[in-house]
């Protein structure tokens, strides 16, 4: 029979046939599998989604074993090769084919429209103290957007969806900016909606007072370059967040809060900060050879290596180290990259690494441009989660819009303690 698997229980002798569609089999076929009519049914653990695909998908195509990355089937080093604007690639993951130029035209002004944030939101991030982590302030500023759309609400409706999409794509860099100015004590630079995408975020950030934007052809450029590499990675661990916290029907703001929380984590987006951590903390080349041997002991990790999906060098790393001799040849080098090559050619030769499919990942080497292009560490994970945006409204309207799927709902297999009475405190012992 093809396409289908044949499987015996052995507690019962009984076999069974079940479909194999897309190399996958349906984790809710297993429940016919039972050793009387009472039983639940057979499940599968799964710890860490390492096996278990939970969504159907058009948007983003990862094989991880050749290190290839694709949004819409379009290879990211062409997306990335520098004629290719990020909001044209927002709209193509967003809307599954590349915009004509009125298209593109009509998205630019949509986004533009939205760049303001109501002036509440800029009072409410006044509130925070002058030390408030930037992703702290991000997230926290993400969701009480929320507060002011309701319409967000209406999951259901394709234009309300439509406006959702272009308010968070075109305020998350505004939020974004206003965190960082709130930190310095600077005053805030409002949008300007003749500047790309990435300058435009740039001048928010940067501009020290000048009515003229200043910004620098490579560096710009550069910061669009990471904004299309980090737009999407399918069903990573702040994208299945999104899709998670959205199948509750909950409206986007709430969902993308949650997601940019997930993105947080050091293990996640976090890593391109603690990679300038580890980065600080080595310091030389000659510490280089200690450092390498603690990870191989397992008193740390080598930040910026490793994935769970590529187990050959991340595509986007191979393009990023790149990008990053382009920004050095304008801001000067950074003697912390030769550190970074050393450590690299060093970890790809060792056993260690080798043996365990260890890589470069997108974090290794962009925490070294952000650096260059003057911003703070603390705020690495932040440039993350701008174009990630992108990404993760494109998943979360699939989802919503995927009649295979319903809220979000693992099983667990209990292994507590069975039955028992409840003792008053008094004759506890
Ligand atoms: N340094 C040293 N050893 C590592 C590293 C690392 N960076 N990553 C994995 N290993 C080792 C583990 O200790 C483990 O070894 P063992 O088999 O002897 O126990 C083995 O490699 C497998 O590691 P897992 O943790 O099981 O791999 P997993 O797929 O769960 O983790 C992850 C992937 C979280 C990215 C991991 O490689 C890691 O922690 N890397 C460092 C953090 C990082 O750079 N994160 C960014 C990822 S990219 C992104 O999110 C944008």
Redesign the pocket.
């Known amino acids: 029979m093809p396409d289908t698997l044949t499987i015996k229980d052995n507690r019962t002798g009984k076999t069974y046939d079940i479909s194999i569609e897309h190399d996958t089999i349906r984790a809710t076929d297993l429940r016919q599998i039972k050793v009387h009519d009472g039983d639940f049914g057979l499940m599968s653990y799964d710890p860490?989604f390492m096996n278990t695909a939970s969504v159907k998908s058009t948007i983003t195509y990862i094989d991880g074993d050749k290190g290839i990355l694709r949004y819409r089937g379009y290879p990211i080093e062409q997306l990335s090769a520098g004629t290719t604007s990020f909001l044209e690639v927002a709209y193509l993951i967003l809307k599954g084919e590349a915009p004509t130029k009125t298209q593109l035209e009509e998205w630019r002004l949509q986004i533009k429209q939205h760049t303001l944030v109501h002036e509440n939101i800029r009072k409410l991030m006044e509130s925070f103290r002058y030390d408030a982590h930037p992703m702290g302030m991000f997230i926290s500023t993400i969701a009480a957007l929320s507060t002011f759309y309701s319409d967000a609400r209406d999951i259901f409706d394709g234009h309300s969806r439509e406006r959702q999409i272009h308010r968070l794509i075109a305020k998350a860099p505004t939020i974004a900016a206003f965190a960082y100015r709130h930190s310095n004590g600077l005053p805030y630079v409002y949008p300007d909606v003749e500047l790309s995408y990435a300058g435009n975020f740039l001048n928010m950030m940067f501009n020290t007072g000048s009515s003229k934007p200043a910004l620098h052809s490579v560096l710009e450029h550069a910061l669009a370059v990471l904004f299309i590499l980090h737009a999407d990675?399918e069903q990573?661990?702040s994208t299945s967040a999104m899709r998670s916290v959205g199948s509750s029907h909950v409206d986007p703001y709430a969902a993308c809060a949650a997601a940019a929380a997930a993105l947080w984590g050091?293990?996640?987006?976090g890593?391109n900060e603690?990679?300038l951590g580890m980065l600080d903390q080595i310091g030389t080349a000659s510490k280089i050879p200690d450092f390498i041997k603690e990870?191989?002991e397992?008193k740390g990790?080598?930040?910026?290596?490793?994935?769970?999906v590529y187990k050959n060098y991340?595509p986007r790393a191979k393009i990023i180290k790149k990008l990053a001799h382009d920004v050095f040849e304008v801001t000067g080098k950074n003697p912390q990259l030769d550190i970074a090559l050393e450590l690299e050619r060093i970890a790809l030769e060792d056993e260690?690494?080798v043996k365990?499919k260890?890589y470069p990942?997108?974090?290794?080497y962009s925490g070294l441009i952000y650096r260059a292009l003057g911003f703070p560490r603390e705020f690495y994970p932040v440039l993350?989660a701008i174009p990630r945006i992108v990404g993760w409204l494109s998943q979360w309207e699939e989802h919503v819009l995927d009649s295979d799927q319903k809220i979000s709902r693992p099983r667990q297999i209990y292994l507590g303690r069975p039955e028992r009475n409840w003792i008053p405190i008094d004759q506890r012992t």
């Open positions: 860490a990675h990573n661990c050091p293990l996640h987006g890593a603690a990679v990870v191989k397992g990790r080598l930040m910026g290596f490793g994935h769970r991340d260690y690494f365990r260890l990942n997108v974090d290794f993350f």
